[in-house]
């Protein structure tokens, strides 16, 4: 495909953002070309049915000529790279999260319990690790294993969490992220691979609305109608952090309220707790935005 576009002359390109794009985004690009990538479910609408490749190409033509399509800004080998740590910081932080249950449910099954948390875990492995009495010589052939492969990656999650933090030291925009309260160096890297500066947002809650965290709306015979649930729609694993982070924050202000916003305050106040969540992740995104488009510090509230 490379060497068929080089010998063309410059011109529009519209692709579905599937696997791979980003990549012949850029190599069409340094050839000269225009390339503008869409969102596959945007691009459905124009494909009739029976798809097929040539119906595929009729409607990525129809779509990209469309004056009102979004399309999906092309991302810096730098951010796929970012993306790819997330990603298998993610897997290996599940696997050691299912390494840990199957320890835990192995015990139970003969009657043996855990405290809960990391604390717990850790007092778990030291009992497979120095053969405990009450573990039957049985079972531990099972469990050594296991506890072999959660240290294991233990230790790799603690390498890729400080090539992270290294990689927020460097980047000005991460490290002026990380100063808002429930975000960490890991939310500021996802966020800064995800959208890069953000300008690809018109506003605030459009990046919001993006990561699935403003109500749905339905509209219908001019009525206007929002339901009561988050739409969950874009980035999943940004959402999950974001939501992560303000239920951590919370749980700091629900100790000492002095630390929170009166906003937060009092919306825990009068609110259900994981509605105050997704409420602060929701305003997280915003300050996040608002931050990454101005260049500016963060602010902390003030009452008024």
């Given at each position: 495909m490379e060497k068929f576009f080089a010998t063309q002359q410059p011109a529009l390109i519209g692709m579905e953002a599937c696997g791979s794009a980003h990549h012949w985004a850029r190599t069409l690009s340094a050839l000269g070309h225009e390339v503008k990538l869409m969102p596959p479910a945007y691009v459905k609408p124009y494909v009739p049915r029976n798809k097929n490749d040539i119906r595929d190409a009729h409607g990525c033509?129809?779509?990209?000529?469309?004056?009102?399509?979004?399309?999906?800004?092309?991302?810096?080998?730098?951010?796929?790279?970012?993306?790819?740590?997330?990603?298998?910081?993610?897997?290996l932080v599940?696997?050691?999260?299912?390494?840990?249950?199957?320890?835990?449910?192995?015990?139970?099954?003969?009657?043996?319990?855990?405290?809960?948390?990391?604390?717990?875990?850790?007092?778990?492995?030291?009992?497979?690790?120095?053969?405990d009495e009450a573990i039957p010589a049985a079972l531990l052939i099972c469990l050594v294993p296991l506890a072999g492969q959660w240290?294991?990656?233990?230790?790799?999650?603690?390498?890729?969490?400080?090539?992270?933090?290294?990689?927020?030291?460097?980047?000005?925009?991460?490290?002026?992220?990380?100063?808002?309260?429930?975000?960490?160096?890991?939310?500021?890297?996802?966020?800064?691979?995800?959208?890069?500066?953000g300008r690809q947002f018109a506003c605030a809650r459009d990046f919001a609305a993006w990561l699935g965290l403003?109500?749905?709306?339905?509209?219908?015979?001019?009525?206007?109608?929002?339901?009561?649930?988050i739409s969950r729609a874009g980035d999943r694993d940004l959402?999950?952090?974001?939501?992560?982070?303000?239920?951590?924050?919370?749980?700091?202000?629900?100790?000492?309220?002095?630390?929170?916003?009166?906003?937060?305050?009092?919306?825990?106040?009068?609110?259900?707790v994981k509605v105050a969540v997704v409420a602060q992740a929701a305003k997280t995104a915003r300050i996040i935005w608002a931050m990454l488009n101005s260049g500016q510090q963060y602010r902390a509230p003030v009452a008024a």
């Amino acid at each position: 495909m490379e060497k068929f576009f080089a010998t063309q002359q410059p011109a529009l390109i519209g692709m579905e953002a599937c696997g791979s794009a980003h990549h012949w985004a850029r190599t069409l690009s340094a050839l000269g070309h225009e390339v503008k990538l869409m969102p596959p479910a945007y691009v459905k609408p124009y494909v009739p049915r029976n798809k097929n490749d040539i119906r595929d190409a009729h409607g990525c033509c129809e779509a990209v000529s469309r004056p009102d399509m979004r399309f999906v800004p092309i991302k810096t080998l730098e951010q796929q790279w970012a993306r790819a740590l997330h990603r298998t910081r993610d897997l290996l932080v599940r696997q050691r999260t299912q390494l840990a249950n199957a320890m835990r449910g192995q015990l139970y099954e003969m009657g043996l319990t855990s405290a809960k948390g990391a604390a717990g875990i850790e007092t778990l492995l030291q009992r497979i690790e120095t053969a405990d009495e009450a573990i039957p010589a049985a079972l531990l052939i099972c469990l050594v294993p296991l506890a072999g492969q959660w240290r294991t990656l233990d230790g790799e999650i603690a390498k890729l969490d400080k090539q992270i933090l290294a990689q927020v030291r460097q980047q000005k925009a991460a490290l002026r992220l990380t100063t808002i309260p429930s975000v960490g160096p890991i939310i500021a890297h996802a966020t800064i691979a995800a959208i890069g500066d953000g300008r690809q947002f018109a506003c605030a809650r459009d990046f919001a609305a993006w990561l699935g965290l403003t109500r749905k709306s339905h509209d219908s015979g001019g009525k206007h109608k929002l339901t009561g649930h988050i739409s969950r729609a874009g980035d999943r694993d940004l959402r999950r952090l974001l939501i992560l982070g303000a239920s951590s924050w919370l749980r700091q202000v629900k100790a000492k309220p002095d630390r929170g916003s009166p906003w937060i305050r009092g919306l825990l106040a009068r609110r259900p707790v994981k509605v105050a969540v997704v409420a602060q992740a929701a305003k997280t995104a915003r300050i996040i935005w608002a931050m990454l488009n101005s260049g500016q510090q963060y602010r902390a509230p003030v009452a008024a």
